[in-house]
T-cell receptor
Framework: AQSVTQPDIHITVSEGASLELRCNYSYGATPYLFWYVQSPGQGLQLLLKYFSGDTLVQGIKGFEAEFKRSQSSFNLRKPSVHWSDAAEYFCAVGGADSWGKFQFGAGTQVVVTP | NAGVTQTPKFQVLKTGQSMTLQCAQDMNHEYMSWYRQDPGMGLRLIHYSVGAGITDQGEVPNGYNVSRSTTEDFPLRLLSAAPSQTSVYFC???????????FGQGTRLTVV
């Protein structure tokens, strides 16, 4: 069975500081991995995705994520956070046999302080 | 290009009432799904469809029905609303198996 763990429920970061959000997954085959962002009252927007190839993936809004198969992780990073990055972030996993279904983590709420 | 459109955006129901949440996509996506979002639990899959006429249950299907008569539409029916169904509901679609999902803006449902 597939599962996703986001160990940090809530993170507070200062504007301009770096940000790293953790994601660990469990999946029996080759995983397809995603990070989504949700602003208050909005739907989910895709930040980046990993299917195969280069394990360092670049996304929108200056985010990147690194796939580490040995650690079953797909952590999201941003070198310098902006106030507009305050949102909830979700990691999700799917796979070739998942038929369009995705397993989501519980989410990490990011608060940005001045 | 509207993407994924959900209606209504907000709804209040009384216990025992039924209603249908509408979802339509204009991207000709084969795969569509419904999720519910509850605090601290992320998104959980209710039902999904891999094409017109084909649907299947997800993680939390009880109390919900779906059908997919066209590629574009994937309505979610609450048969007899219960307070436990108070949640935010998201419809999503994807082009093919395991490309990224595109999400609607959500429907906030309160059952009293």
């Amino acid at each position: 069975a597939q599962s996703v763990t986001q160990p940090d429920i809530h993170i507070t970061v200062s504007e301009g500081a770096s940000l790293e959000l953790r994601c660990n997954y469990s999946y029996g085959a080759t995983p397809y991995l995603f990070w989504y962002v949700q602003s208050p009252g909005q739907g989910l927007q895709l930040l980046l995705k990993y299917f195969s190839g280069d394990t360092l993936v670049q996304g929108i809004k200056g985010f990147e994520a690194e796939f580490k198969r040995s650690q079953s992780s797909f952590n999201l990073r941003k070198p310098s956070v902006h106030w507009s990055d305050a949102a909830e972030y979700f990691c999700a996993v799917g796979g070739a046999d998942s038929w369009g279904k995705f397993q989501f983590g519980a989410g990490t709420q990011v608060v940005v302080t001045p | 290009n509207a993407g994924v459109t959900q209606t209504p955006k907000f709804q209040v129901l009384k216990t025992g009432q039924s209603m249908t949440l509408q979802c339509a996509q204009d991207m000709n996506h084969e795969y569509m799904s419904w999720y519910r979002q509850d605090p601290g639990m992320g998104l959980r899959l209710i039902h999904y469809s891999v094409g017109a006429g084909i649907t299947d249950q997800g993680e939390v299907p009880n109390g919900y029905n779906v059908s997919r008569s066209t590629t574009e539409d994937f309505p979610l029916r609450l048969l007899s609303a219960a307070p436990s169904q108070t949640s935010v509901y998201f419809c999503a679609s994807s082009w093919k198996m395991n490309t990224e999902a595109f999400f609607g803006q959500g429907t906030r449902l309160t059952v009293v």
